[in-house]
């Protein structure tokens, strides 16, 4: 039986404790609700932003296959160590799923080296998410497309680099269209950046974006493999033809 990989799931923690309503809708955390749509595939522990260090010690992440992360209010609150820590997880192998307003997060736009602005509009409109890349793991299970009846809008121009996969695109009730799927490699490590997720919202209680977190999941974990050799090369053996 092979082991399951490791996820964490980290979230800010901050709208569920201080407003009546969005607890209403998460009464335990986006985390928890994140977490009970991941099903029994993975081993799951979670981390929020006013535990000491964030909830993410060199030991938490050392034993984090894929990182899950949600901010929104207190982006500036996260330490630039801390964000140092993910960032050097991530280059050296470690998944990162970025989700929703975690765009403006520190570590995300420490990967992408962007100001990762947009446009935005919360009225709670129609969401409807393309499936652009039918044949890509992070879409497998969806049909042609699947709708968010109240969603907060995003829309283009997002200022981020062009995706090295793009898998799904969102279009909105006002007419707007955005890159909501979006795959990265950086370093050794894989990074997602899924769009929906506003936290007045019950998205995450959605069977289709559950699945694409699960799918994004298992597409982010790490590669086996030896980590590369960089720096100056051994001189060959034999002269290299043409440097007699």
Not at 16 to 32: A, C, Q, T, V, W
Not at 37 to 44: K, Q, R, S, T
Not at 192 to 199: I, S, V
Not at 210 to 233: D, F, L, M, Q
Request: negative net charge.
């Amino acid at each position: 039986m092979s082991q399951k990989l490791r996820i964490t799931i980290w979230n800010e923690y901050r709208h569920e404790k201080e407003n009546d309503f969005i607890r209403s809708i998460y009464p335990n955390g986006l985390h928890s609700a994140i977490g009970e749509g991941m099903g029994d595939d993975f081993e799951l522990s979670y981390a929020t932003l006013d535990e000491p260090e964030h909830g993410l010690t060199e030991e938490k992440l050392n034993h984090t296959d894929v990182l899950i992360w949600w901010g929104h209010k207190a982006h500036g609150e996260v330490q630039d160590e801390i964000v140092e820590r993910v960032q050097q997880r991530v280059l050296r192998g470690m998944g990162l799923i970025v989700l929703h307003s975690g765009h403006f997060s520190k570590i995300f736009k420490k990967l992408m080296g962007t100001s990762c602005d947009l446009k935005w509009r919360e009225i709670g409109e129609k969401e409807r998410l393309w499936v652009i890349s039918p044949g890509h793991p992070i879409t497998e299970g969806l049909g042609e497309y699947f709708e968010l009846e109240h969603e907060e809008m995003y829309g283009e121009h997002f200022d981020i680099p062009q995706p090295d996969e793009l898998v799904l695109t969102s279009w909105f009730e006002g007419g707007e269209v955005f890159r909501s799927g979006c795959c990265y490699f950086r370093g050794q490590g894989k990074v997602f950046y899924f769009r929906p997720g506003h936290e007045t919202y019950p998205t995450y209680y959605n069977e289709n974006v559950r699945r694409v977190i699960r799918n994004a999941a298992k597409w982010a974990a790490p590669t086996v493999r030896e980590t590369p050799k960089y720096g100056k090369a051994p001189v060959p053996l034999e002269p290299v033809k043409g440097d007699q």
